[in-house]
């Protein structure tokens, strides 16, 4: 799995943010959500939000992506700049960065 630092994670918050999309990752074998939405949250499968400690207990945001194996990535997308295309979904976080990092330019 790959290293992901708190730094890194922060960039995509606040790409996030600053772009307005929804971002859901999905993890194989685990019962609850990591979520980013204007917040960072912890959803259970029904996208109810549960207390962070109850669905990930310590970790932080980046340590979960990197100690959870990643099922998907689904991205909403909001806003006029994204009429062609409401939603995208990607298999791997190297995926999901890489075009996150496209938002930059």
């Known amino acids: 799995m790959p290293v992901l630092r708190r730094e890194d994670f922060q960039k995509i918050y606040l790409t996030a943010k600053k772009t307005h999309l929804s971002i859901n990752f999905f993890f194989k074998n685990l019962r609850y959500i990591l979520c980013i939405n204007g917040m960072v949250c912890a959803k259970n499968k029904n996208f109810e939000i549960v207390p962070w400690q109850k669905a990930f207990g310590s970790k ?3 340590e979960i992506l990197t100690t959870f194996e990643l099922e ?8 006029s700049k ?8 990607f298999n791997n976080i190297e ?4 075009w996150v990092q496209t938002l930059h330019n």
């Open 60 to 62: 932080m945001p980046h």
């Open 72 to 79: 998907k990535v689904e991205v909403k997308l909001k806003g």
């Open 95 to 98: 995926e999901f960065i890489k």
């Open 82 to 89: 994204y009429e062609h295309e409401k939603e995208k979904i």
